[in-house]
């Protein structure tokens, strides 16, 4: 989700220095740009009104609209935009469905859809950083990876688009550690380099590893997806490869590596009993946790 206080670190941190050798534009079909016309001219509109206006068929206006979305020229009061936008048409209201359940939402529902000022030019001469941002932005950032990664390092920018460099980041991490915003250390095993965090990520993982410790604990599994963004098996293994597809799943245990489900096909990580291994095997093949399993793998 993008927060409208956000939406300037975002634009300047995609936006090109303005010179003639990247001054390429997005060349938008006519219905593209009837539309863009027109909410420049009335401003943010319902989907029923820009249809009125312009006279285009519903599917024509949904395909201007889908246009404008993946140029980055255009957003809606909600996600259920998106959603209509990426469903496809059997599954639409009206649509054949074929026996499947039909979406309950169409693109009339998205609420006002308006055009983004994304027109921002950095100047060269008065960038406060290599990236365009300034302190503040820059500082603004960093709360926004870290709330979204618990942990921050070096090897995590290759997962964020446009990120600034890690030496940029590095200045301002330290200076927000002396205020005592956050917390430098090494709190993820095996990842070189300086790590941070807020304090009360801190906290958290001190009480993980405390309960790690007691005698009594009960093992945690998780399974998730291959595809899902926080899967981080690349890097907390550089050496194992696991292809980001819908069926490719990853299994750890009380936080660290187990297996993996790749080409369905079970391979594990770390050496686990004969017996164990079958039930593993079932929880990565079956993505959600039998009773029966959740009784075992809970010992």
């Known amino acids: ?9 975002w634009e300047t941190l995609a936006a090109k220095p303005k010179t003639d050798a990247n001054a390429d534009e997005v060349v938008l079909s006519p219905t593209a740009t009837r539309i863009a016309e027109d909410l420049r001219q009335h401003g943010a509109s319902f989907f029923d009104q820009i249809s009125r206006r312009t006279a285009l068929l519903r599917s024509q206006l949904e395909q201007g609209l889908a246009e404008l979305v993946s140029a980055g020229q255009l957003t809606s009061d909600s996600f259920t935009g998106l959603r209509a936008l990426l469903t496809p048409d059997s599954r639409k209201p009206g649509g054949h469905a074929n026996g499947r359940r039909r979406a309950t939402f169409g693109v009339e529902d998205a609420g006002r859809w308006s055009l983004l000022q994304n027109d921002v030019v950095i100047d060269e001469p008065s960038r406060r950083h290599d990236s365009g941002l300034d302190n503040e932005q820059l500082e603004r950032l960093i709360l926004v990876y870290l709330e ?14 446009f990120a600034p460099t890690w030496r940029e980041l590095l200045g301002a991490l330290r200076g927000m550690e002396l205020r ?45 997806a291959a595809a899902d963004p926080v899967n981080l098996l690349s890097i907390v293994l550089p050496d194992t490869r696991l292809p980001k597809m819908g069926k490719n799943r990853i299994l750890y245990r009380d936080g660290v590596p187990l297996a993996v489900l790749d080409s369905s096909k079970v391979r594990f990580l770390r050496e686990v009993n004969a017996e ?7 929880v990565l093949m079956h993505r959600e946790f039998p009773a029966r399993l959740r009784a075992y793998i809970g010992k």
Request: net charge positive.
């Open 148 to 161: 979204r990664w618990g942990v921050l390092f070096k090897r995590v920018l290759e997962r964020e688009s």
């Open 276 to 282: 164990e291994q079958w039930q593993l095997q079932q």
């Open 180 to 224: 005592g915003q956050l917390r430098g250390g090494r709190f993820v095993a095996g990842i070189s380099g300086e790590q941070f965090a807020l304090p009360e990520t801190v906290t958290t993982l001190r009480q993980f590893g405390k309960n790690q410790e007691a005698p009594e604990r009960s093992t945690e599994y998780v399974s998730l």
């Open 1 to 9: 989700m993008l927060m409208r206080t956000n939406l300037d670190l």
